[in-house]
Nanobody, 125 residues
């Protein structure tokens, strides 16, 4: 079991930056692939980024590539999402996710096992 708590959401102007953080409980953090997803109002949840267990490999959605960076600290049981050059279309509730299964990193973009409750990011035009 992995429990996840997101923080860092808020209101930011277009072009600005925001850093989300996710704190994970349990001893299994270093064994979990970690990811971020988001859900905009009236839309389905979509994949944002994922990072492997060691932090040495990442995969991003095309819509955020070169703007967002996912990173993890296994000593602190945290994963962060640095979001730069934000756009109004980035407005969404952002969810931290974790998964303990073993499969190709890109496969985690479809679904993950454990979820936080989300943090709202609003980007004004």
């Amino acid at each position: 079991q992995v429990q996840l708590v997101e923080s860092g959401g808020g209101l930011v102007q277009a072009g600005g930056s925001l850093r989300l953080s996710c704190a994970a409980s349990g001893r299994t953090f270093s064994s979990a692939v970690m990811g971020w997803f988001r859900q905009a109002p009236g839309k389905e949840r979509e994949f944002v980024a994922v990072i492997n267990r060691s932090g040495g490999n990442t995969y991003y959605a095309d819509s955020v590539k070169n703007r967002f960076t996912i990173a993890r600290d296994n000593a602190k049981n945290t994963v962060a999402l640095q979001m730069n050059r934000l756009k109004p279309e980035d407005t969404a509730v952002y969810y931290c996710a974790a998964d303990l299964t073993v499969r190709p990193l890109r496969d985690f973009s479809r679904a993950m096992d454990y979820w936080g409750k989300g943090t709202l990011v609003t980007v004004s035009a």
